[in-house]
């Protein structure tokens, strides 16, 4: 057992003093508080996996990074489910250990500690079911588990220790054992999947025995020097899962037995608690790691929701926790640390936990990368390397492809211009931050204004391009974005009538009844917008108390630490307005929003109120207000305003004659294709254009 050090802060010139401080971590000096936490990827379902895993953490290890903790490796083939893809996912062979060598020894060189996370599924096991505790089905799977006998249960034990082994083997610097989330080992220590009778539940000593005997046997397998984190689940989320009392016994329970460093967990994955998508505020949960700290002498870890280092920094100094994880916030910017460290944090590419490209990738078995960072994970096939001969390139259009297409080109070294007909950059992004909740998106704009900045584009606010201002360039792109697309109903010129960036701009303007005409992403932004409960505005510095206590109370979680999995019932927030939010198609709305965050945004809907109805046909609007045919039957809806949210056609009118005069022209984001204008293709597709030039 390691008690915890108290490190001098670093410079006091500096500006981040506790989180750059070194920090004696048992055998390890980590060069500052900063620790890149687990995700897993994809790349470790590739054939060529490991080359590419070295080179995702080799940078990121070059980026700051003080120790990085790898995605889940399974401690048998079964563990992850998914034994189909288990070659570099899993910790159970010699010759396995030896091919992680590459990714360790990468990490090594480049200054940084790794540590193998250590996982079974357990009943998360989607193809069969899996094993657990008790044969109790989670809410997110189709099957039931199959309850462990005794026997299994000591070769599970047995088998962590072995790949503890083989972790060392492979040349890591420790383990953490995956004990949160809702994963195996979580499913012993909670109630709610462990209703055995014999010694491996009942009391929560008998359900705390299968953690406890994992720990025992790495520690004694290992010897005192192999660092052993354990991620314990602070906050279940969830019905009858573990109260804080419990949980915090059971951590001093896992300092005794041996642990170096617990890091804290927060909601299982059945959870129906927001704790990573961007409406949870910014430290929201190091109030639940200071309560761990004090429980326990060893060394805690926050995490969730810690984006920048400001927010970082606020935490230590705070004495909330003694080392921070970041996980998505390296994907952003695998720079992050070594840009804090050098008075850069201003051009930090900041994660805005949008989940687009990263959980909802891996939800879809895409690759994972990062919407605003579309290298992350592609270290070995997009190389940002300078340009050949440097063009004179023309941008048409600030809004994220044009902006993502004129940075990357101008860091290429090539001379960028970049025209836009509004008065700001941004484009979609302008209206996304106004959306409650998603006001992370304003950090995406301070890092490209930074950029723009930085590599010298020439940037023409309010000036619309014609063949004039482009003529002389030798390659054009154009990213003129979308135009809203105006349904065919009869009275859509009535002056009740507003277009869906009228509504974001000047939500104070609509009245108290509004029907908002289409239910995809930008329809549910203006009803979360429309209908969010008056004075109820949002932030994104750290630490604002305030919004922290409303997400809790708006999620049901209770500061308290007697409550079962930390919840309380939620506090209503009804809709300062009667908000309809409407679509054509059969079904409830909202079934397409991503699956990470879309379940969120139709419970909030729901518990404010919001009527959601699918299957209408739009007749027409008027004085009276929007008429519609639902069911066969005609009635009319008493609206003050309806807001068109229908989609959008591309504007790319510019093409034709532009080709016609002979220029090299590309057309990239919802210019190209507006059906689907989402920021992730968008700026995927910018950048790789600019890589190509
Ligand atoms: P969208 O997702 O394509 O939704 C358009 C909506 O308009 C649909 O509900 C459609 O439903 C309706 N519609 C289409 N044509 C219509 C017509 N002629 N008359 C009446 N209704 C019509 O488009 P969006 O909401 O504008 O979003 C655009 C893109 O932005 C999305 O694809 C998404 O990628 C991105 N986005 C994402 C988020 C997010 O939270 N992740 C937020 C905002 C935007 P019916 O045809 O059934 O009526
Ligand atoms: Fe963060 Fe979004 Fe990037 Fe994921 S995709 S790392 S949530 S910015």
């Not at 083939?77 to 996912?89: D, F, N, R, T, Y």
């Amino acid at each position: 057992m390691r008690l915890r050090t108290n490190p001098k802060p670093a410079e006091a010139s500096s500006q981040f003093p506790h989180l750059l401080a070194p920090y004696q971590l048992g055998r390890l000096t980590l060069r500052n508080r900063c620790i890149m936490g687990s995700m897993h990827t994809g790349l470790e379902e590739q054939a060529d996996g490991m080359a590419r895993l070295a080179a995702f953490y080799a940078a990121r290890a070059r980026g700051g990074a003080a120790m990085i903790i790898t995605g889940g490796l399974g401690i048998s083939p079964e563990a992850l489910g998914m034994p189909q893809h288990a070659e570099h996912s899993t910790l159970c062979t010699p010759a396995q250990a030896q091919g992680h060598r590459l990714l360790t020894e990468a990490v090594h060189r480049e200054g940084s500690h790794v540590l193998a996370q250590l996982l079974h599924v357990g009943r998360y096991d989607h193809a069969s079911g899996g094993v657990s505790a008790s044969a109790l089905r989670s809410t997110l799977s189709a099957h039931t588990p199959r309850e462990l006998s005794e026997a299994e249960i000591e070769a599970l034990v047995q088998a962590y220790a072995d790949s503890a082994a083989l972790a060392r083997l492979a040349g890591y610097d420790g383990v953490e054992v995956m004990g949160g989330e809702g994963y195996l080992i979580n499913q012993f220590l909670a109630p709610r999947s462990n209703q055995r009778r014999d010694r491996w539940g009942g009391s929560p000593e008998g359900r705390w025995r299968f953690a406890l005997s994992i720990i025992g046997r790495i520690r004694d397998r290992l010897g005192p020097d192999f660092l052993l984190m354990f991620r314990l689940s602070l906050l279940d989320l969830v019905e009858d899962g573990s109260c804080r009392d419990e949980v915090l016994e059971c951590a001093r329970a896992l300092q005794h037995a041996g642990v170096d460093v617990l890091n804290g967990g927060f909601g299982w994955h059945e959870a129906r608690v927001p704790t990573i998508a961007t409406l949870v505020p910014r430290a929201a949960f190091s109030w639940a790691t200071r309560q761990l700290r004090e429980a326990v002498s060893i060394p805690v870890v926050a995490s969730n929701r810690i984006n920048r280092p400001e927010v970082a920094e606020l935490i230590l100094a705070r004495g909330d926790a003694d080392l921070i994880s970041m996980a998505r916030p390296f994907l952003a910017d695998p720079e992050l640390m070594r840009k804090a460290a050098t008075g850069q944090a201003e051009q930090i590419n900041t994660c805005i936990a949008c989940n687009q490209s990263c959980l909802d990738a891996a939800f879809e078995q895409r690759a994972v990368s990062c919407l605003v960072n579309p290298l992350a994970c592609r270290e070995t096939e997009w190389q940002l390397v300078p340009a050949q001969q440097p063009r004179r390139i023309a941008v048409v259009g600030a809004g994220p492809a044009g902006l993502a297409c004129a940075t990357q080109a101008a860091a290429r070294g090539h001379l960028v211009t970049l025209f836009e007909a509004g008065d700001e950059i941004g484009g979609q992004f302008q209206l996304a931050r106004r959306i409650p909740g998603k006001e992370e998106f304003a950090e995406t704009l301070n890092y490209w204004r930074g950029q723009l900045l930085r590599h010298g584009v020439r940037l023409h606010l309010r000036t619309r391009a014609g063949l004039a201002e482009l003529a002389g360039f030798d390659h054009i792109v154009l990213a003129t974005g979308v135009q809203a697309r105006t349904p065919e109903v009869p009275g859509i010129a009535h002056a009740k009538v507003r277009s869906y960036a009228q509504a974001i701009m000047a939500p104070h303007a609509l009245g108290k009844r509004v029907a908002v005409i289409g239910a995809g992403g930008i329809g549910f932004d203006v009803a979360e917008l429309l209908s969010e409960a008056e004075g109820c505005g949002h932030s994104t510095p750290a630490g604002n108390e305030a919004e922290v206590d409303a997400y809790l109370e708006e999620w049901g979680i209770d500061r308290g630490t007697g409550s079962a999995g930390g919840l309380k019932p939620p506090a209503a927030r009804p809709s300062s307005r009667e908000v309809w939010l409407l679509q054509r198609s059969p079904g409830k709305p909202g079934r397409r929003l991503a699956r990470s965050t879309g379940w969120i945004r139709r419970l909030r809907l729901e518990r404010r109120g919001v009527q959601m109805q699918g299957g209408v046909e739009y007749l027409r609007i008027d004085d009276a207000g929007l008429h519609l045919l639902k069911d066969g039957q005609a009635l009319c809806l008493p609206v003050d305003h309806v807001v068109v949210c229908a989609g959008q056609d591309s504007v790319r009118g510019l093409a034709a004659p532009l080709r016609a005069s002979g220029a090299l022209v590309s057309v990239i984001g919802g210019a190209d294709v507006a059906q689907e204008i989402d920021a992730r293709r968008a700026i995927e597709q910018g950048t790789q254009l600019a890589l190509s030039l």
